[in-house]
């Protein structure tokens, strides 16, 4: 598969340092390209880089590609061009931003297309949402994403998606608010932990006091100002620690307010360090003894910064919302926003009892660390075939979509509700169950994966017909003959396989077989399959198939008989080592 | 009554679906209906075509008509009151051809999800019919397993049975049909091969792609039956399949599980000659019973060579058969009377 990945690349960028770390990892998988939409100093990549934003007749080349994935954040400079060349070709957006506000309405109202910034908030927010925005831009009120909680109730999200095949975002609540508003797959992958920063190392230089770090960009999001608060009530605590506030924004008004509050109330302790590079920041945190990584309200998917955190075996102290509520209890201290109390009272606790700073950062570092970019980049690619069992419903869609806005239709009227009615019918129930077909050459990468996942003796102990191996898969999937292969898909995975086999070695009775992916079994797939692929043989012009099944396998033995297979044949065998017998079954099926 | 005919059309293509269509709406007439006959425009490839003809199909309003009649996927799921559904065959691809051969769509996510989305449509609009009546029992089963619905059978009529005649019990078989791998006009070639009686045929249709034909030839090529096989590769006059009918022997019709008992079964029948069927082709076994009124064999080249040779022997055997199934036709109330009335009814 060759695969188009679009990212900023950025050294200011988080994307950017994600793009580079997940696409490395799927570049074991697939043949991966960046494509980059910004012209910031670049973070360095062994992969092939293609600076699109300078030439853009470079998209042309897309249609070479079998997927487009474009990451989209909340930031023009570094995710404007990336937006324009989704419209070139369909494919899944990532969103890392529960609002894109910021980064449509400067998209659109820095190349003075101010009508389209409210023909769009007009026809996804009705008009209150073009009024809303007519007043910004009259000046009338302030700009919509100055203020977090318009930027998530206007968040045109909707509008990255417009023509998507899928999206993919990093936390179940970010998911669950994006299905409210699209129809398409979307899918809830979780953020990889990168190990760039060295494991807890705490350089106290005769310094008993805690370190307290917050990271990232200096903004009212980050409740840093609620921080400082509590610290000067409680004054006691305050000189327990030393607050480090590290990242750029301190010249803005939310910054220069927080310095100057911290002047005037002689908070000796906390610290504003401004931005700084990767190598201080890592260091910053090896010293640091908790991190308060508070948010609210959660504007981004999930966070990157508190994956580095939680895999470092850092203590954790944020609000219980969005992608935080997500991390298990225990490995990271949560207090709901606005509780005060419970803000002191949880702070208090990490700074005055190390202990308890070390269980829950063992505990963080024991959840984050599987959460590689590996196993990020075999998510993702089951994703992938998802959105691909998708896209016929998605195109379908988006094509009567677009011809009733063609003819100027709005959501409101009749038509468009009866469309959406039929397409519900549809579609509405097709998940239901698993989707059975025959394979073809299109289904090569997903049945190399499948037979990788299941050469397992758990699986390989019953069934052993060929290597469970990418050559197999290969044979099967473009080279099948007269043979017939069928597979079972849940969410366009491939979850079991059936064959009918013999007809190339010129038997006239067919040979059945089967395997269920080993996550799935006992679902009932394997009887499903099992009674599809056998439907097929009078049309294929056999009028009985054969299979063989060992003793031992008494389950799939009664499943046989109970489907009117008979014994004809009956040999003792030793398998592994264990007596077992090997039972030739036949079934008419005149 | 205002009647709207509705069926579906692929564009440039006529066969025994599209020519039903037309007798139906010419028999409506002359029965006094004010008619119109809707082709809907269909294709299924690429699969997801198939989205949008049925969305089309279902966005489709026939209001003025005081009755409709659809006959085809998906003309049938076109909203109205006072439906009723001739049902010819369903979407055949995703029932009981797919995972075969004769599939004739990709395979593939996109297909599979037009699979489930056409299984969901049917589903859904099938049973707003006021009544639905399928061409045969093979249909109606298939319709009862695949989508748990309950029809009747009205078996379609020819439009001029009366032309149809008997002057001879000749030297050959005839096979007219479209040439097309699920006809099986190379079984024929093959046990014609195996004969010993010296037994000739004539075989007569447009092939449906050129390759068809050209493989066909070859085959008679290759098994040195040129002279004994006349292959005629297109649509022969109205006059000529009559003469062809009128003194052959026997008719060889033996298709692969017909979800009909095929037009050539019951011309056959009115031309007062045994149909040479198989086990396995579904529909026409409503009608060819075997040593009844034709001969229904295993499909394989020896044991349609057999009973070549017995017709071949005895011609009289041809002759007892064949005026048993002209009989047989009388019995069923095969006619336009009926279908008109049970239709408007």
């Known amino acids: 598969m060759k695969v188009a990945w679009f990212t900023p690349l950025s050294t200011h960028s988080a994307v950017a340092e994600y793009s580079t770390h997940v696409a490395l990892a799927l570049a074991e998988h697939c043949q991966i390209d960046l494509w980059v939409g910004d012209d910031d100093r670049h973070r360095s990549t062994p992969l092939r880089t293609f600076e699109f934003h300078d030439e853009p007749a470079l998209l042309h080349r897309l249609a070479q590609y079998d997927l487009a994935v474009y990451n989209i954040g909340n930031y023009d400079a570094f995710h404007g061009a990336i937006y324009e060349a989704s419209k070139w070709r369909p494919g899944i957006v990532i969103l890392h931003d529960r609002s894109c506000h910021h980064l449509f309405a400067a998209h659109w109202l820095g190349a003075g297309e101010a009508r389209r910034y409210?023909?769009?908030?007009?026809?996804?927010?009705?008009?209150?949402?073009?009024?809303r925005a007519r007043a910004a831009i009259e000046d009338r009120q302030p700009p919509i994403w100055e203020s977090d909680?318009?930027?998530?109730?206007?968040?045109?999200?909707?509008?990255?998606?417009?023509?998507?095949?899928?999206?993919?975002?990093?936390?179940?609540?970010?998911?669950?608010?994006?299905?409210?508003?699209?129809?398409?797959?979307?899918?809830?992958?979780?953020?990889?932990?990168?190990?760039?920063?060295?494991?807890?190392?705490?350089?106290?230089?005769?310094?008993?006091?805690?370190?307290?770090?917050?990271?990232?960009?200096?903004?009212?999001?980050?409740?840093?100002?609620?921080?400082?608060?509590?610290?000067?009530?409680?004054?006691?605590?305050?000189?327990?620690?030393?607050?480090?506030?590290?990242?750029?924004?301190?010249?803005?008004?939310?910054?220069?307010?927080?310095?100057?509050?911290?002047?005037?109330?002689g908070l000796h302790g906390v610290s504003f360090l401004g931005y700084q590079s990767d190598e201080v920041v890592d260091r910053l945190l090896a010293e640091s003894d908790v991190c308060v990584n508070l948010r609210f309200p959660p504007l981004e998917g999930s966070s990157a910064s508190l994956l580095r955190q939680l895999e470092i075996g850092k203590a954790v102290l944020a609000f219980d919302v969005g992608g935080f509520s997500e991390v298990p209890d225990g490995a990271i201290v949560k207090v709901q926003p606005g509780?005060?109390?419970?803000?002191?009272?949880?702070?208090?606790?990490?700074?005055?009892?190390?202990?308890?700073?070390?269980?829950?950062?063992?505990?963080?570092?024991?959840?984050?660390?599987?959460?590689?970019?590996?196993?990020?980049?075999?998510?993702?690619l089951d994703l992938a075939e998802t959105v691909d069992?998708?896209?016929?419903?998605?195109?379908?869609?988006?094509?009567?979509?677009?011809?009733?806005?063609?003819?100027?239709?709005?959501?409101?009227?009749?038509?468009?509700?009866?469309?959406?009615?039929?397409?519900?019918?549809?579609?509405?129930?097709?998940?239901?169950?698993?989707?059975?077909?025959?394979?073809?050459?299109?289904?090569?990468?997903?049945?190399?994966?499948?037979?990788?996942?299941?050469?397992?003796?758990?699986?390989?102990?019953?069934?052993?017909?060929?290597?469970?191996?990418?050559?197999?898969?290969?044979?099967?999937?473009?080279?099948?003959?007269?043979?017939?292969?069928?597979?079972?898909?849940?969410?366009?995975?491939?979850?079991?396989?059936?064959?009918?086999?013999?007809?190339?070695?010129?038997?006239?009775?067919?040979?059945?077989?089967?395997?269920?992916?080993?996550?799935?079994?006992?679902?009932?797939?394997g009887s499903m399959l099992t009674d599809f692929t056998l439907e097929r043989v009078p049309w294929l012009g056999s009028e009985r198939v054969r299979l063989t099944v060992y003793k031992s396998n008494d389950r799939a033995y009664r499943m046989y008989a109970d489907r009117g297979f008979s014994e004809v044949e009956r040999a003792p065998i030793e398998r592994a080592g264990e007596r077992d017998e090997r039972i030739v079954m036949v079934k008419e099926l005149t | 009554m205002k009647v709207a005919v509705l069926t579906v059309q692929v564009p440039f293509v006529r066969g025994g679906a599209e020519l039903l269509a037309d007798w139906l709406t010419e028999n409506l007439r002359e029965h006094g209906h004010?008619?119109?006959?809707?082709?809907?425009?269909?294709?299924?490839?690429?699969?997801?075509?198939?989205?949008?003809?049925?969305?089309?199909?279902?966005?489709?309003?026939?209001?003025?008509?005081?009755?409709?009649?659809?006959?085809?996927?998906?003309?049938?799921?076109?909203?109205?009151?006072?439906?009723?559904?001739?049902?010819?065959?369903?979407?055949?691809?995703?029932?009981?051809?797919?995972?075969?051969?004769?599939?004739?769509?990709?395979?593939?996510?996109?297909?599979?999800?037009?699979?489930?989305?056409?299984?969901?449509?049917?589903?859904?609009?099938?049973?707003?019919?006021?009544?639905?009546?399928?061409?045969?029992?093979?249909?109606?089963?298939?319709?009862?397993?695949?989508?748990?619905?309950?029809?009747?059978?009205?078996?379609?009529?020819?439009?001029?049975?009366?032309?149809?005649?008997?002057?001879?019990?000749?030297?050959?078989?005839?096979?007219?049909?479209?040439?097309?791998?699920?006809?099986?006009?190379?079984?024929?070639?093959q046990a014609l091969a195996h004969t010993r009686s010296g037994v000739?045929?004539?075989?007569?249709?447009?092939?449906?792609?050129?390759?068809?034909?050209?493989?066909?030839?070859?085959?008679?090529?290759?098994?040195?039956?040129?002279?004994?096989?006349?292959?005629?590769?297109?649509?022969?006059?109205?006059?000529?399949?009559?003469?062809?009918?009128?003194?052959?022997?026997?008719?060889?019709?033996p298709p692969l599980d017909e979800d009909s008992y095929g037009y050539v079964t019951m011309e056959s029948f009115y031309a007062r000659k045994p149909v040479l069927t198989c086990t396995d082709s579904g529909g026409t076994l409503e009608l060819v019973e075997d040593q009844v009124t034709g001969r229904v064999v295993a499909p394989s080249p020896v044991a349609f060579a057999e009973a070549l040779d017995e017709l071949a022997e005895e011609p009289a055997l041809a002759e007892r058969l064949g005026e048993r199934a002209r009989r047989r036709l009388d019995e069923l109330d095969v006619s336009w009377e009926t279908v008109v009335e049970t239709l408007t009814s």
């Not at chain 1, 769009?120 to 073009?130: I, K, N, P, T």
């Not at chain 1, 006091?209 to 509590?230: P, S």
């Open chain 1, 118 to 131: 409210l023909d769009r908030m007009e026809a996804l927010y009705g008009h209150a949402g073009r009024e």
């Open chain 1, 149 to 265: 909680e318009e930027a998530l109730r206007y968040p045109l999200v909707e509008e990255a998606l417009v023509g998507a095949l899928g999206a993919a975002v990093h936390s179940g609540d970010h998911a669950g608010d994006l299905r409210d508003r699209w129809f398409g797959p979307v899918g809830e992958l979780f953020l990889p932990s990168y190990r760039t920063a060295p494991h807890n190392a705490p350089a106290r230089g005769g310094d008993d006091r805690t370190t307290l770090l917050t990271l990232g960009h200096v903004n009212r999001n980050k409740q840093i100002d609620r921080v400082l608060r509590l610290l000067d009530r409680d004054r006691e605590l305050a000189a327990r620690v030393r607050y480090l506030v590290v990242g750029p924004g301190l010249e803005a008004a939310y910054g220069q307010e927080l310095v100057r509050y911290t002047q005037e109330a």
């Open chain 2, 34 to 189: 004010e008619v119109e006959l809707v082709r809907l425009p269909f294709r299924w490839n690429p699969p997801r075509a198939v989205l949008d003809h049925m969305l089309a199909a279902r966005l489709t309003r026939v209001r003025p008509a005081d009755r409709v009649i659809a006959t085809k996927f998906p003309a049938y799921v076109v909203p109205h009151e006072n439906k009723v559904v001739w049902l010819l065959h369903q979407f055949r691809p995703v029932y009981e051809l797919w995972g075969t051969p004769h599939q004739g769509l990709e395979d593939g996510h996109e297909a599979a999800r037009v699979r489930e989305a056409v299984m969901a449509v049917d589903n859904a609009y099938l049973p707003e019919a006021k009544a639905i009546y399928t061409n045969s029992r093979v249909t109606s089963t298939r319709l009862r397993n695949f989508n748990g619905l309950d029809s009747k059978i009205l078996y379609p009529p020819l439009r001029d049975p009366a032309s149809f005649r008997c002057e001879s019990y000749g030297d050959y078989v005839f096979f007219p049909s479209r040439i097309t791998s699920s006809k099986r006009q190379e079984l024929l070639v």
């Open chain 1, 389 to 525: 069992s998708w896209a016929p419903v998605v195109r379908t869609v988006d094509r009567v979509a677009d011809e009733l806005t063609l003819l100027g239709a709005r959501g409101q009227l009749p038509a468009v509700e009866l469309a959406g009615r039929e397409l519900e019918t549809f579609f509405g129930q097709i998940d239901a169950k698993p989707l059975q077909r025959g394979l073809g050459p299109g289904d090569r990468p997903a049945l190399g994966r499948f037979l990788r996942r299941n050469d397992v003796p758990e699986v390989t102990g019953h069934f052993h017909p060929f290597p469970m191996t990418e050559v197999t898969a290969e044979e099967i999937a473009l080279r099948p003959g007269a043979d017939r292969y069928y597979g079972a898909f849940i969410e366009g995975r491939l979850v079991a396989l059936s064959m009918l086999r013999g007809w190339n070695e010129g038997f006239d009775v067919p040979s059945f077989g089967i395997v269920v992916d080993a996550a799935w079994h006992g679902r009932g797939i």
């Open chain 2, 200 to 253: 000739r045929a004539v075989i007569a249709g447009a092939g449906d792609l050129p390759e068809h034909v050209d493989s066909l030839r070859d085959l008679i090529d290759r098994e040195g039956l040129g002279e004994r096989i006349e292959l005629i590769p297109a649509w022969i006059s109205e006059e000529r399949k009559l003469e062809l009918y009128a003194n052959a022997l026997a008719v060889v019709y």
């Open chain 1, 339 to 380: 509780d005060d109390d419970a803000l002191e009272l949880a702070l208090r606790s990490l700074v005055e009892d190390a202990n308890r700073r070390d269980s829950v950062g063992a505990a963080a570092a024991a959840y984050a660390g599987p959460l590689t970019a590996e196993r990020y980049a075999e998510a993702f």
